[in-house]
């Protein structure tokens, strides 16, 4: 399994994901989830992949060669001459059908799910930055002010700190630490995400980028937010008041004595009764 995230922001997008494949407790492997797809002062696009390996390996290579035909004597449509991140979605989406035409039905033979989701971002000379949640179908979600972020993987240990922490008005500097501070959460609760990870902040308009990082387990920054977040929350935790069962002198009692839980009696039939 893996855990990748993807943040549209005001400011720009960032990207993260981890390196981690297994089939199995035997078979763990390091593969790179995430892929640029650029073209110098005319188009920037990140892909990032989660799900069955070698359906995401199948659809990053055929993504660079996918056409869909327009009609109307118009050149087909590639990731390349989209005019729009829709369009290039739209590519994207027809390379995961296509794949799954190729594969699924010998998936299915046996007894694999098609099983891929990936999260696709960037932006295209002349038009906004655009962030996207592709779905195994080939579908798709785009992100909006009131949910600027994606996750695709195992996104459950790292959620909670995106939910608290993001809006469109974060600065990418702020974005980028609260992302590794969901992926450290997830790190640290499942044992299928694991290092190195791949760190990608693109700022809007630039149509290039300059800050990737590879993040390793002797990363100095890296382990400065496990060491942090970790301290951090054991002080929290430990700064909040222990419960005050029914009242007492507690500024913030659970519950009061006209509150108290009596819990119903069960009356023992005699089939019940062990003689």
């Not at 855990?3 to 981890?18: E, K, M, Q, T």
């Not at 118009?74 to 296509?98: C, H, K, Y």
């Not at 299915?108 to 962030?131: C, H, T």
């Not at 496990?226 to 301290?231: E, Y």
Request: charged share 25%.
């Amino acid at each position: 399994m893996t855990y990748c995230i993807g943040i549209r922001l005001n400011a720009g997008l960032v990207f993260l994901s981890d390196s981690r494949t297994n089939a199995g407790i035997d078979q763990i492997s390091t593969f790179r989830k995430m892929m640029v797809y650029e073209k110098p002062d005319d188009r920037f696009m990140v892909l990032l992949s989660a799900g069955n390996l070698s359906i995401s390996q199948s659809v990053r290579e055929i993504l660079q060669l996918e056409k869909i035909d327009r009609g109307m004597d118009q050149p087909p449509l590639t990731i390349w001459n989209a005019e729009s991140m829709f369009d290039a979605v739209r590519v994207l989406g027809a390379a995961v059908r296509r794949v799954h035409q190729q594969d699924g039905p010998s998936l299915r033979a046996s007894g694999i799910d098609f099983n891929a989701s990936m999260i696709f971002g960037g932006q295209i000379k002349g038009e906004v930055m655009r962030l996207f949640l592709v779905y195994s179908e080939g579908n798709f979600i785009e992100a909006t002010r009131e949910t600027c972020f994606f996750q695709a993987g195992e996104s459950k240990y790292g959620k909670p700190i995106l939910d608290r922490v993001l809006t469109p008005y974060t600065s990418l500097d702020e974005a980028a630490k609260c992302a590794l501070v969901s992926m450290d959460s997830t790190l640290q609760s499942n044992l299928s995400v694991g290092l190195p990870l791949d760190l990608l902040v693109y700022r809007e308009g630039d149509l290039r980028s300059e800050q990737i990082a590879c993040i390793d387990d002797q990363n100095p920054y890296f382990q400065m937010i496990h060491r942090t977040w970790g301290q951090r929350l054991r002080e929290v935790f430990e700064g909040i008041s222990d419960p005050a069962w029914y009242g007492g002198i507690a500024q913030y009692p659970l519950c009061t004595q006209s509150e108290r839980y009596e819990p119903m009696r069960k009356i023992a039939r005699p089939e019940d009764r062990i003689v």
